[in-house]
């Protein structure tokens, strides 16, 4: 069963840099592409970056584009999102999910706060 | 990039009833639309995809229809449970973009 763990998330102050991670199990990594998607406080769902099951193409959100970069371990079944350049309004639960037809599974969030 | 709407923001329902909640698009996208549901404090899950097939193990009652522009998720008999969120996603290019969300309430 597909199984999606995120992780990484914290407290950061503006203009800092967080890592997150999402682990996944229970399918073939390598054959998916994955995305970023992050839903801030009592907010909606904003799709914020792709990378592609071979890793050689990734797309971003403009609002993130140039910020954050997204990675992918295929030894590890990892997905990864460099933010750097943290701002207030990238306080959020950072979710991973997974494309199949369309955004099938996704993971349970990790929360990002920046803040001073 | 791709913008859409969903209408209505919000909508009151009784258990039974049968609600529809629509999105449009700002270009035509085919039937790259998916429908999700989120409940609070969870991940959202998905309905439908391709405009109009029911992702598996997802309850007939949620149907879908539409294609170019305009789409329509339809709750027939809502259940307790179908209260949540509702939100609409072309995937039909990047950036990938999600309608607003429309809110089911119990009336």
């Known amino acids: 069963q597909v199984h999606l763990v995120e992780s990484g998330g914290g407290v950061v102050q503006p203009g800092g840099s967080l890592r997150l991670s999402c682990a996944a199990s229970?399918?073939?990594?390598?054959?998916?592409?994955m995305h970023w998607v992050r839903q801030a406080p009592g907010k909606g769902l904003e799709w914020l970056a792709v990378m592609s099951s071979d890793g050689s193409h990734t797309n971003y959100a403009d609002s993130v584009k140039g910020r954050f970069t997204v990675s992918r371990d295929t030894s590890t079944d990892t997905l990864f999102l460099q933010m750097n350049s943290l701002r207030i309004d990238d306080t959020a639960m950072y979710y991973c999910?997974?494309?199949?037809?369309?955004?099938?599974?996704w993971g349970q969030g990790t929360l990002v706060t920046v803040s001073s | 990039a791709i913008q859409m709407t969903q209408s209505p923001s919000s909508l009151s329902a009784s258990v039974g009833d049968r609600a529809t909640i629509t999105c449009r698009a700002s270009?035509?996208?085919?039937?790259?639309l998916a429908w999700y549901q989120q409940k609070p404090g969870r991940a959202p899950t998905l309905l439908i995809y391709?405009?109009?097939t029911s992702q598996s193990g997802v309850t007939p009652r949620f149907s879908g229809s539409g294609s170019g522009t305009d789409f329509t998720l339809t709750i027939s008999g809502l259940q307790p449970e179908d209260f949540a969120t509702y939100y609409c996603l072309q995937h039909y290019s990047y950036p990938y973009t999600f309608g607003p969300g429309t809110k089911l309430e119990i009336k």
């Open positions: 391709g405009a109009s």
């Open positions: 999910a997974r494309v199949s037809s369309a955004i099938d599974y």
């Open positions: 229970g399918f073939t990594f390598k054959y998916y592409p």
């Open positions: 270009q035509a996208i085919g039937n790259d």
